[in-house]
C-alpha cells in the first residue's frame, strides 16, 4: 500500500498533541501550559467557526493584508514562538483564515524580530468563492433548508481535509497555517505525518479524527462546560487537553500534571457527540467516521483511555460555506432593579420596542425586519416551563431588532438610551463601559451550506520556502448518508408505587452544541442500567413538544451505545443561528441544561445508586 507520508523515526512511539485553543477568542493559558508539557510534539490550534470568516471578510476588505487571526501572531506566537523551537515543538493551526498567506508572512516577520528561524508552511485552496455563480445557476440548494443561493455572497469556503498539512509536515514545516479545514484535520494530519498513515487506512483516520473532535475545542474535554461543574475544581486553572496517539488507533487524554479541571469519562464523552449528528455517519474529507462503539475508560486519575472508531470511506464532495451581510443588527439591554422588576423589565423592552418603530415610521423607515424582547432572569428562553419569576429584584431588558438600514438602527440605539430616566423606576441603560454610549449596530451575516464535488475545486496547495506544491486527494465515492436512527424505546412495565419520578440531571449527564440553526443534545447515562428508563421517558415525540417553543423542525434520534448515550438532533432550533439569530443563546449551548430538567421515571431503588 502506497503511503501518502512518511512516517517520522519516532512514528513507533505514542505521538503527544496539545489542544491549546478552541475558537477565535480563547484564552493564552492553553498555550502557556502546553509548551511546558515534557515531550510535547504537536500544538494544535482552532480559531473558526462556521461564522468566523464573515468577520474576516469584512476585515481584508478594509485592508488586503488582514483576514486571519490576529492574535494567533501577535500575542500566541509572540510567547511561545522561542520555547516551541527550543523544544522542537510543531505548531498546525487554522488561524489563516481567509488569508493564510498572510498570516505566514506575518509570522515570518515576527520570527524576524524574536531570532527564531522556524519553516513556516501555508496551506491554499478553500476559497471558492469563484464558483458559486456557476453553483447558483444549476440551482444549487442549502444543504439544511432547500433555500436558493443568496446573491452577493462576501466568502465561500470548503471545508478541507488533513492531507495538506501531512504533506506540509513532511516536508519540513514547523509551523502550518491553513485556512477553511474542518476542525479534527490539524490534530489528523500531524497524525497522518507521524505514523506514515495511508489515505485508505479509514479506521485510523476516524481515530484521528475523534482525536482531533477531543482536542478542538480545549478545556471541553478536561471539564469545561461539564454538566457536574460543582466537581470541577480550578477553573482559573483549568488544564487544556493533552493525547498520546499510540500507532494501533488508541490513545490516552489527560491534562498537564498541577493544572486544574477534571478528566473522567464523563467529562471526555460529552466532547465525543458534542455537535455531532448521526455518529455513525460523521461525515469528514478525509473519513466517515462512526462513534457508536467508541468506549471511555478511567486509566488514572485526570486520564482516560479512548478506542473504538471506526471509519470508511470519504464521500465525494466537500462542505461549503458560505457567508453574505443581510442588513445590520443591534441588541439593547437595560438593567432594572427593586420590586416586580421581570414586570419592569419587560414593559420597558416593549415601550422601547414600540418607540423605536413609530420614530422609524416618521422617519420614512420601514419596520424592523425582526425584533425580539426578552428579559434575562425571568427564563424566556425556557417558554411555558419557566419557574416563577416575581420575586426576582433584578433583571434585563433586552431588545433585539433587525432592518435594511444601519441609519434606522443607528436611531434605534440612541432612543435606548432614554430608558434609564423616562420609564421604570431602577433602570440603568447601557452598562459601566457604555454608560453615555449606545449599543453597536453591527452587519448581520446569514450562513449558506451547499455540497461541492472535490473534482470541480482545483487541487489545495502547500507553499513553504516560496514554492507552491499541490497535494493529490483522493475522489471519494458518491454517498447517500443514511440516518441510521435509534430503534423504538424500550417497554417497561410501570409499577408505579415502586417508582419514583425524578430530574434527568440525577440519571444523566449533556451537553448540546450548534450546527447553524440546527441544535444536537446528548444525553448520557450515568450508569448503563439507567439508560432504558431515560429512553422511555425522553424520546423524539417528548423532546419535540417539551422544546416546542424553541424548535420548529424535527426531532431525530441516534444512538451511541458505546458511550451508553443517546444524541437527539433538533433541526432549525435556533431562530437561524449565530448572528442571526435574536436569542440570548443563538448557539444552544443551554438547550441540554434545559432538557436535564425534565423528568424521567424510575425505581427507587435505581435512583438511590444513580450519582
Given at each position: 500500500?502506497?503511503?501518502?507520508?512518511?512516517?517520522?523515526?519516532?512514528?513507533?512511539?505514542?505521538?503527544?498533541?496539545?489542544?491549546?485553543?478552541?475558537?477565535?477568542?480563547?484564552?493564552?493559558?492553553?498555550?502557556?501550559?502546553?509548551?511546558?508539557?515534557?515531550?510535547?510534539?504537536?500544538?494544535?490550534?482552532?480559531?473558526?467557526?462556521?461564522m468566523t470568516l464573515s468577520s474576516m471578510a469584512r476585515a481584508k476588505t478594509r485592508d488586503p493584508s488582514q483576514g486571519y487571526a490576529n492574535d494567533f501572531v501577535d500575542v500566541t506566537l509572540a510567547e511561545i514562538l522561542p520555547a516551541c523551537a527550543e523544544r522542537g515543538i510543531r505548531l498546525v493551526a487554522n488561524a489563516g483564515g481567509l488569508n493564510p498567506r498572510a498570516c505566514a508572512e506575518a509570522i515570518d516577520a515576527l520570527q524576524r524580530r524574536l531570532g527564531t528561524a522556524l519553516t513556516v508552511a501555508y496551506v491554499e485552496g478553500d476559497d471558492c468563492l469563484a464558483l458559486m455563480n456557476a453553483l447558483r445557476?444549476?440551482?444549487a440548494a442549502d444543504f439544511y433548508t432547500g433555500a436558493r443561493m443568496p446573491e452577493g455572497l462576501d466568502s465561500a469556503n470548503a471545508y478541507l481535509g488533513a492531507l495538506p498539512i501531512a504533506r506540509a509536515l513532511d516536508r519540513g514545516a514547523d509551523i502550518v497555517v491553513t485556512g477553511r479545514i474542518v476542525d479534527s484535520a490539524t490534530t489528523l494530519g500531524a497524525l497522518i505525518h507521524h505514523f506514515?498513515?495511508?489515505?485508505?487506512?479509514?479506521?485510523?483516520?476516524?481515530a484521528g479524527s475523534l482525536a482531533g473532535h477531543l482536542l478542538e475545542c480545549g478545556a471541553q474535554a478536561t471539564g469545561g462546560i461539564h454538566t457536574d461543574w460543582q466537581d470541577v475544581p480550578d477553573w482559573e486553572n483549568i488544564g487544556y487537553p493533552v493525547i498520546a496517539f499510540?500507532?494501533?488507533?488508541?490513545?490516552?487524554?489527560?491534562?498537564?500534571?498541577?493544572?486544574?479541571?477534571?478528566?473522567?469519562?464523563?467529562?471526555?464523552?460529552?466532547?465525543?457527540?458534542?455537535?455531532?449528528?448521526?455518529?455513525?455517519?460523521?461525515?469528514?474529507?478525509?473519513?466517515?467516521c462512526d462513534f457508536t462503539q467508541v468506549r471511555i475508560a478511567q486509566e488514572a486519575p485526570d486520564r482516560v483511555r479512548v478506542a473504538g472508531?471506526?471509519?470508511?470511506?470519504?464521500?465525494?464532495?466537500?462542505?461549503?460555506s458560505a457567508t453574505w451581510q443581510d442588513g445590520y443588527r443591534c441588541v439593547a439591554q437595560v438593567s432594572v432593579f427593586g420590586i416586580d422588576a421581570v414586570k419592569k423589565a419587560r414593559r420597558t423592552g416593549e415601550a422601547l420596542l414600540n418607540r423605536s418603530r413609530a420614530l422609524l415610521g416618521q422617519a420614512g423607515f420601514g419596520d424592523f425586519d425582526k425584533a425580539a424582547v426578552t428579559v434575562i432572569g425571568a427564563e424566556d428562553g425556557y417558554g411555558p416551563h419557566a419557574g416563577e419569576g416575581g420575586a426576582l429584584r433584578e433583571a434585563v431588558a433586552r431588545v433585539a431588532v433587525v432592518h435594511a438600514s444601519d441609519a434606522a438602527l443607528d436611531m434605534f440605539a440612541r432612543e435606548s438610551r432614554a430608558c434609564g430616566v423616562s420609564w421604570a423606576?431602577?433602570?440603568?441603560?447601557?452598562?459601566?463601559?457604555?454608560?453615555?454610549?449606545?449599543?453597536?449596530?453591527?452587519?448581520?451575516?446569514?450562513?449558506?451550506?451547499?455540497?461541492?464535488?472535490?473534482?470541480?475545486?482545483?487541487?489545495?496547495?502547500?507553499v513553504m520556502r516560496g514554492e507552491r506544491e499541490s497535494v493529490e486527494i483522493p475522489s471519494g465515492a458518491p454517498m447517500a448518508i443514511a440516518q441510521v436512527l435509534s430503534a423504538s424505546s424500550p417497554t417497561i412495565d410501570t409499577p408505579p408505587e415502586d417508582w419514583v419520578e425524578v430530574p434527568l440531571i440525577q440519571l444523566a449527564y449533556a451537553r448540546s452544541g450548534d450546527k447553524g440553526d440546527h441544535s444536537n443534545v446528548a444525553i448520557f447515562a450515568?450508569?448503563?442500567?439507567?439508560?432504558?428508563?431515560?429512553?422511555?421517558?425522553?424520546?423524539?415525540?417528548?423532546?419535540?413538544?417539551?422544546?416546542?417553543?424553541?424548535?420548529?423542525?424535527?426531532?431525530?434520534?441516534?444512538?451511541?451505545?458505546?458511550?451508553?448515550?443517546?444524541n437527539f438532533v433538533l433541526q432549525h432550533a435556533l431562530d437561524g443561528g449565530g448572528p442571526t439569530s435574536l436569542r440570548t443563546d443563538p448557539l444552544g449551548k443551554g438547550m441540554a441544561q434545559m432538557v436535564l430538567g425534565m423528568t424521567v421515571r424510575v425505581p427507587a431503588g435505581l435512583v438511590e445508586n444513580a450519582g
Amino acid at each position: 500500500m502506497t503511503l501518502i507520508s512518511q512516517p517520522t523515526t519516532t512514528a513507533a512511539q505514542p505521538a503527544i498533541l496539545g489542544g491549546a485553543c478552541a475558537f477565535i477568542g480563547d484564552s493564552v493559558l492553553g498555550p502557556r501550559q502546553l509548551v511546558q508539557v515534557p515531550g510535547m510534539q504537536y500544538l494544535v490550534f482552532d480559531y473558526l467557526s462556521e461564522m468566523t470568516l464573515s468577520s474576516m471578510a469584512r476585515a481584508k476588505t478594509r485592508d488586503p493584508s488582514q483576514g486571519y487571526a490576529n492574535d494567533f501572531v501577535d500575542v500566541t506566537l509572540a510567547e511561545i514562538l522561542p520555547a516551541c523551537a527550543e523544544r522542537g515543538i510543531r505548531l498546525v493551526a487554522n488561524a489563516g483564515g481567509l488569508n493564510p498567506r498572510a498570516c505566514a508572512e506575518a509570522i515570518d516577520a515576527l520570527q524576524r524580530r524574536l531570532g527564531t528561524a522556524l519553516t513556516v508552511a501555508y496551506v491554499e485552496g478553500d476559497d471558492c468563492l469563484a464558483l458559486m455563480n456557476a453553483l447558483r445557476a444549476e440551482g444549487a440548494a442549502d444543504f439544511y433548508t432547500g433555500a436558493r443561493m443568496p446573491e452577493g455572497l462576501d466568502s465561500a469556503n470548503a471545508y478541507l481535509g488533513a492531507l495538506p498539512i501531512a504533506r506540509a509536515l513532511d516536508r519540513g514545516a514547523d509551523i502550518v497555517v491553513t485556512g477553511r479545514i474542518v476542525d479534527s484535520a490539524t490534530t489528523l494530519g500531524a497524525l497522518i505525518h507521524h505514523f506514515g498513515w495511508s489515505a485508505s487506512d479509514f479506521d485510523r483516520l476516524a481515530a484521528g479524527s475523534l482525536a482531533g473532535h477531543l482536542l478542538e475545542c480545549g478545556a471541553q474535554a478536561t471539564g469545561g462546560i461539564h454538566t457536574d461543574w460543582q466537581d470541577v475544581p480550578d477553573w482559573e486553572n483549568i488544564g487544556y487537553p493533552v493525547i498520546a496517539f499510540d500507532r494501533d488507533g488508541s490513545f490516552s487524554l489527560g491534562k498537564p500534571d498541577g493544572t486544574g479541571g477534571i478528566v473522567r469519562v464523563s467529562t471526555v464523552a460529552e466532547q465525543v457527540l458534542y455537535e455531532v449528528g448521526d455518529p455513525a455517519s460523521y461525515v469528514l474529507p478525509d473519513v466517515v467516521c462512526d462513534f457508536t462503539q467508541v468506549r471511555i475508560a478511567q486509566e488514572a486519575p485526570d486520564r482516560v483511555r479512548v478506542a473504538g472508531a471506526r471509519g470508511r470511506a470519504p464521500s465525494d464532495s466537500y462542505k461549503v460555506s458560505a457567508t453574505w451581510q443581510d442588513g445590520y443588527r443591534c441588541v439593547a439591554q437595560v438593567s432594572v432593579f427593586g420590586i416586580d422588576a421581570v414586570k419592569k423589565a419587560r414593559r420597558t423592552g416593549e415601550a422601547l420596542l414600540n418607540r423605536s418603530r413609530a420614530l422609524l415610521g416618521q422617519a420614512g423607515f420601514g419596520d424592523f425586519d425582526k425584533a425580539a424582547v426578552t428579559v434575562i432572569g425571568a427564563e424566556d428562553g425556557y417558554g411555558p416551563h419557566a419557574g416563577e419569576g416575581g420575586a426576582l429584584r433584578e433583571a434585563v431588558a433586552r431588545v433585539a431588532v433587525v432592518h435594511a438600514s444601519d441609519a434606522a438602527l443607528d436611531m434605534f440605539a440612541r432612543e435606548s438610551r432614554a430608558c434609564g430616566v423616562s420609564w421604570a423606576p431602577g433602570s440603568t441603560a447601557g452598562s459601566a463601559l457604555t454608560l453615555n454610549g449606545k449599543p453597536a449596530v453591527e452587519p448581520r451575516y446569514r450562513l449558506f451550506t451547499c455540497l461541492l464535488h472535490k473534482a470541480r475545486l482545483p487541487l489545495p496547495a502547500v507553499v513553504m520556502r516560496g514554492e507552491r506544491e499541490s497535494v493529490e486527494i483522493p475522489s471519494g465515492a458518491p454517498m447517500a448518508i443514511a440516518q441510521v436512527l435509534s430503534a423504538s424505546s424500550p417497554t417497561i412495565d410501570t409499577p408505579p408505587e415502586d417508582w419514583v419520578e425524578v430530574p434527568l440531571i440525577q440519571l444523566a449527564y449533556a451537553r448540546s452544541g450548534d450546527k447553524g440553526d440546527h441544535s444536537n443534545v446528548a444525553i448520557f447515562a450515568r450508569r448503563p442500567e439507567l439508560l432504558p428508563y431515560i429512553e422511555r421517558a425522553i424520546d423524539e415525540r417528548t423532546l419535540a413538544a417539551y422544546l416546542a417553543h424553541l424548535v420548529k423542525g424535527r426531532v431525530l434520534k441516534y444512538d451511541a451505545p458505546g458511550l451508553h448515550a443517546i444524541n437527539f438532533v433538533l433541526q432549525h432550533a435556533l431562530d437561524g443561528g449565530g448572528p442571526t439569530s435574536l436569542r440570548t443563546d443563538p448557539l444552544g449551548k443551554g438547550m441540554a441544561q434545559m432538557v436535564l430538567g425534565m423528568t424521567v421515571r424510575v425505581p427507587a431503588g435505581l435512583v438511590e445508586n444513580a450519582g
